[in-house]
């Protein structure tokens, strides 16, 4: 156990699956740095507040933010001890939490994308087939067991159909 949910009493750490405390991974997207960049975080959810620590591809860091149960909304700052901040807002629909970051850099405002999960649920922006159909043999076409009559007309409009008459009188 990490001392960031060392910091909190068993009692107080949130009991709603979405936000467990304990150790997620995950990873930021950033167009200047083609790839997806790998994370690993201890988090702690408490009352609303996140705690955390973890590394990324920049460094090490601390982060300190706010959730909600309600909407699944969480949003913290990501301190790294050597390095500038970066700041995350993101949804938790039961799937980790995903979104947005951004960051001022001398003027300069640079975003991107995330995604976390606790560790040991699979990979939720992976796609697996989970299941099959199988595929008939045939493919089964429903035919009428009456002719089909065209719409509006006899035979002499099937032939022409540009002379049919005009509802409104020329």
């Given amino acids: 156990m990490s001392d960031t949910i060392k910091n909190f009493r068993p009692e107080d750490l949130e009991t709603d699956d979405r936000f467990p405390s304990g150790s997620w991974i995950g ?7 083609p790839g997806k960049h790998q994370m690993e ?4 959810f408490s ?3 996140i705690r955390g620590e973890g590394r990324d591809r920049v460094g090490e860091f601390i982060l300190t933010g706010r959730y909600t149960l309600e909407d699944g909304k969480a949003y913290w700052t990501k301190k790294y001890l050597k390095a500038h901040d970066v700041f ?3 949804y938790n629909e039961g799937k980790g939490i995903w979104g ?3 960051l001022t850099d001398y003027g300069q405002l ?3 994308g995330f995604h976390i999960w606790p560790k040991g649920m699979p990979d939720p922006t992976e796609l697996k087939l989970t299941a099959h159909e199988d595929i008939p043999e045939e493919n089964p076409i429903w035919i009428p067991d ?4 065209p719409v509006g007309g006899g035979p002499e409009e099937e032939d022409e159909p540009w002379k049919k008459s005009s509802p409104h009188p020329e």
Avoid: I, M, S, T
Wanted: without cysteine; charged residues 35%.
């Fill in 47 to 49: 009352k609303g507040v």
């Fill in 146 to 149: 009456e002719e089909l009559v």
């Fill in 88 to 90: 995350y807002d993101g």
């Fill in 27 to 33: 990873f930021f997207v950033d167009k200047r740095l």
């Fill in 100 to 102: 947005v970051w951004n």
């Fill in 110 to 112: 640079y975003k991107g």
């Fill in 41 to 44: 975080l201890d988090l702690a």
